[in-house]
């Protein structure tokens, strides 16, 4: 059975890190589209936030709509990871990354009604940001 875990959530203090991670089993990362959601609390919608891809030359794509995201892959693990820093009380939410097999595209922003475009979700791990 292919699934996506995530892990490493936690609650941690304004302007402290975190490395979340994600991984696979029944499939490789490395022939998927893998993209992080978060969704905070009142929100209706998960809001891409990061995304890693192999291109077709065999490189990682990478991209974040935040500076202080940073996502990576270890291939031997078959992991994924968001490292995050500087965090903010904003950044609370529940944080998910999701796979599309063989693809090769990045959501940001509210995924609103399209979240069936990605083959497996993880179940969500937890962040927490307060003093």
């Known amino acids: 059975q292919s699934q996506l875990v995530e892990s490493g959530g936690d609650r941690v203090q304004p302007g402290g890190s975190l490395r979340l991670a994600c991984a696979a089993s029944g499939f490789s990362l490395d022939d998927a589209a893998i993209n992080w959601f978060r969704q905070t609390p009142g929100k209706e919608s998960e809001e891409g936030i990061a995304c890693i891809y192999t291109t077709v030359s065999g490189g990682n794509y990478t991209d974040s709509m935040d500076d202080r995201f940073t996502v990576s892959r270890d291939n031997a693990k078959n992991t994924v990871y968001l490292r995050m820093h500087s965090l903010m009380p904003e950044d609370t939410a529940t944080y998910y990354c999701?796979?599309?097999?063989?693809?090769?595209?990045?959501?940001?922003?509210?995924?609103?009604?399209?979240?069936?475009?990605?083959?497996?979700w993880g179940q969500g791990t937890q962040v927490t940001v307060s003093s």
């Open positions: 999701a796979a599309k097999k063989w693809a090769k595209f990045c959501t940001k922003g509210n995924i609103f009604g399209r979240r069936h475009i990605y083959d497996y």
